[in-house]
């Protein structure tokens, strides 16, 4: 049988003589190939060159930034590094203030946010950087700070609709070193401005922020003055100090001893003072009175002698340690009124120990004002271990007698112990972690159906009084996560995470403009 054309252009391989095609013993040349490729090569790299400096890296990019990247977008060095993708110090450059020991941005200050513990901000390995939340190239007008529930619960194993924790604030008390029956107030208020509506005589002391957002902090002058503390609140006739029997300072007495914090004996009114025998009284007795306080100050350093630091607060230093802040914020206030108080000295060594004190009281302003410095409220605290040891049990109930009578006008509202007013918060901080607005809400909500863990309205349909166990200052009087699952849940409003809450927890650190200063 004939060979074919196919079969006598193939040879043989090795001694059996096997059929192979020629081509495969004797390959075509490459050369077109290779010249093909090299120039399809050239054609890229060249594309890309000019995609980088005239196209702004477009080819390269995964998409465009948003808005507030997009000037780094034609260089991509600036969040990404060589084939190790975007560091989280690339982040930092911009959005942290440099040198802050624990950066507002970064996992470390959210573990301390959400637990208060110091113990928490060593960094792990594992830990998401901030572009496994935030992601980029995905339009101009992407809102990456929008981050979905799922990063969330990477660690927090609950969503707001199942398993979310009750709020922490709920049923919780406040230190209260403050008397104050809400039913009596809305009655005697209600009966005052003849109001009808029970919400407007909580009104009328809940004054709302310019926002509507929150509400500002009780003020005694604004809330409280028109009915307390009147031209005819005084003390009661008081032993004046002589020698080392207990009394108080009569203001003559005061103003010759001078010492730090005397300034107000200078303008001190003196016909506010009676004297009768070896006895004095004051009418009228102010807020915050500053004879009641300093003579209250004085009986307390007789009575505990170690507490020294407690002299630099009006009140107590009974706070939770997470409200230390407070207490150091109020002593430097304390301290610099005390400075101010040098400057009209005439002695020139007056005024140069004067600036260092400047120096170190703006020093510890600094400290304190960071909101991730540790501080120790301890420091503050007038303890009942620590009574003078140099003192008679007798000398110690004249005295404790002494400054309880001192502050019979204060204890119409004020709890008074160790010597010591109780302190009182000028607002709730009820959500530590989580952010409210009311005036998204009043439109929807009256304020006594979510706020009713006081029975206002039960008592002030009858105008009765309701128990101190249920009304009290020191109830928070916050609705239940419950409450607000009624109107946040799945296709009704929104319920994602950062409705509520922030991740980063101190934002107002990132507007320091000194970006490369300590």
């Known amino acids: 049988m ?50 980088m400096v005239a196209g702004g890296g477009r080819l390269a990019s995964n998409g465009p930034l948003s808005s507030n990247h997009a000037v780094f977008e034609t260089d991509c060095g600036t969040c990404h590094t060589a084939f190790g993708g975007i560091a989280n110090d690339r982040c930092a450059t911009c959005h942290e203030k440099y040198g802050d020991a624990v950066g507002t941005y970064s996992f470390t200050s959210h573990y301390l946010y959400r637990t208060g513990d110091f113990t928490r901000v060593v960094p792990a390995p594992d830990e998401p950087t901030c572009a496994t939340c935030h992601t980029e190239h995905v339009g101009r007008t992407a809102a990456i700070t929008q981050v979905d529930d799922f990063h969330c619960q990477g660690c ?74 009147t031209a005819g609140a005084a003390t009661p006739w008081l032993d004046a100090a002589a020698g080392n029997a207990p009394g108080v300072l009569p203001l003559d007495a005061l103003r010759r001893d001078g010492g730090p914090g005397a300034r107000w004996t200078r303008d001190a009114n003196p016909a506010a003072f009676e004297r009768q025998g070896g006895q004095v009284r004051k009418r009228p007795v ?19 002698p170690t507490a020294e630091l407690a002299d630099l607060l009006r009140a107590s230093a009974d706070v939770p340690p997470a409200d230390a802040r407070a207490l150091y914020a109020e002593a430097l206030a304390t301290l610099r009124d005390y400075a101010d108080g040098l400057r009209a000295a005439a002695d020139p060594e007056i005024q140069r120990e004067r600036v260092q004190v400047d120096h170190l009281i703006a020093t510890a302003e600094q400290r304190v ?32 007698g002494l400054a309880d009578a001192l502050t019979q006008p204060c204890q119409e509202c004020h709890t008074v112990e160790r010597a010591t007013l109780g302190r009182t918060q000028a607002d709730q901080a009820a959500f530590h972690r989580a952010a409210f607005d009311h005036r998204a809400h009043i439109i929807h909500r009256r304020c006594l159906d979510c706020h009713n863990a006081i029975p206002i309205q039960e008592f002030a349909a009858t105008g009765q009084f309701a128990p101190a166990d249920v009304d009290h ?46």
């Open 286 to 304: 102010e807020h915050a009175d500053p004879w009641v306080l300093d003579n209250l100050r004085r009986i307390r350093r007789i009575l505990y």
């Open 369 to 400: 004002s960071d909101p991730l410095a540790p501080l120790d409220e301890t420091q503050f605290l007038v303890s009942a271990g620590q009574l003078n040891p140099q003192l008679a049990p007798g000398q110690v109930q004249a005295y404790e």
């Open 156 to 229: 927090h194993a609950f969503s707001f609709a199942r398993g979310h924790p009750e709020f922490a604030a709920v049923g919780a008390q406040d230190p209260s070193g403050l008397i104050f029956p809400h039913t009596l107030h809305v009655n005697q208020v209600k009966l005052i401005r003849q109001l009808a509506d029970v919400e407007q005589a909580c009104l009328a002391c809940h004054t709302p922020d310019a926002d509507g957002t929150g509400f500002q902090p009780l003020d005694f002058e604004a809330a409280c003055a028109g009915c307390h503390l």
């Open 2 to 51: 004939p060979r074919s054309e196919k079969q006598r252009q193939k040879g043989f391989f090795s001694d059996v003589r096997l059929p192979v095609a020629r081509s495969y013993v004797y390959p075509r040349s490459r050369r077109a190939m290779l010249l093909a490729g090299g120039t399809g090569a050239v054609l890229l790299l060249g594309l890309m060159a000019f995609d």
């Open 473 to 518: 200052s020191g109830i928070q009087n916050l609705p239940g996560i419950a409450s607000c699952q009624t109107c946040h849940a799945p296709g009704k409003a929104a319920d994602a995470c950062l409705t509520c809450h922030a991740f980063h927890p101190d934002q107002s650190q990132h507007a320091n403009l000194l970006l490369y200063q300590e």
